[in-house]
């Protein structure tokens, strides 16, 4: 036997081997580095978005003339031009037609969803409003703090010779929201 006898070389290789071990786990450990992604934060602070009707929607005044017809369509469009039926002579449209005009004010160059749903005109019967357009995004540009943006918004409705005379008339909800 050698001076060390069997117990001493028994602990000299357990512990060259858990040192192996050792060695061995911190290398696999190594190996093993979580992947990592970054993310950036952002946040965008502004102004209540305000909305304020300047000009009312305004069809006219508009004559049936036709014999017997249905579906005759008048539009108002954003600019305020008529079109007036089909052009088959069943309408006269005059008076002084306007689209609806709403001020927006806001933060400078947000973007902003103008929502204008179709709504009811009542008076002797109800007539239904299709808007010209339901939903639009309007950029406040450099002056929508101070100045603001101006939305026209126009619509149609459809008559027909049994359309009641009469006044019609009816409130227009439109809104505006940042983003």
């Known amino acids: 036997m050698n001076r060390w006898g069997n117990d001493g070389m028994k602990r000299i290789l357990a512990t060259a081997g ?3 071990l050792v060695a061995l786990a911190g290398t696999a450990a190594q190996a093993q580095v979580a992947p990592n992604a970054q993310a950036t934060g952002t946040a965008r602070i502004y102004r209540p978005v305000t909305i304020t009707k300047t000009q009312d929607l305004d069809f006219g005044t508009i004559v049936l003339v036709g014999g017997s017809f249905t579906n005759e369509i008048v539009t108002v469009g954003t600019s305020g031009a008529v079109t007036c039926g089909s052009g088959a002579g069943n309408l006269s449209c005059g008076g ?4 609806a005009r709403f001020l927006l004010i806001g933060t400078n160059n947000a973007l902003v969803t103008v929502s204008s749903p179709a709504f009811s005109l009542s008076g002797p019967a109800t007539l ?3 808007p010209t357009s ?3 995004v309007v950029n406040l540009g450099a002056t929508g703090s101070t100045v603001g ?3 026209n918004l126009g619509g149609s409705i459809s008559l027909s010779s049994t359309t009641l005379e009469g006044t019609y008339s009816g409130i227009w909800t439109v809104t505006a929201e940042y983003q």
């Open 18 to 20: 858990a040192i192996a």
């Open 96 to 99: 002084s037609p306007t689209a």
């Open 128 to 130: 239904t409003v299709t």
């Open 134 to 136: 339901t939903s639009q």
């Open 149 to 151: 943006v101006n939305v």
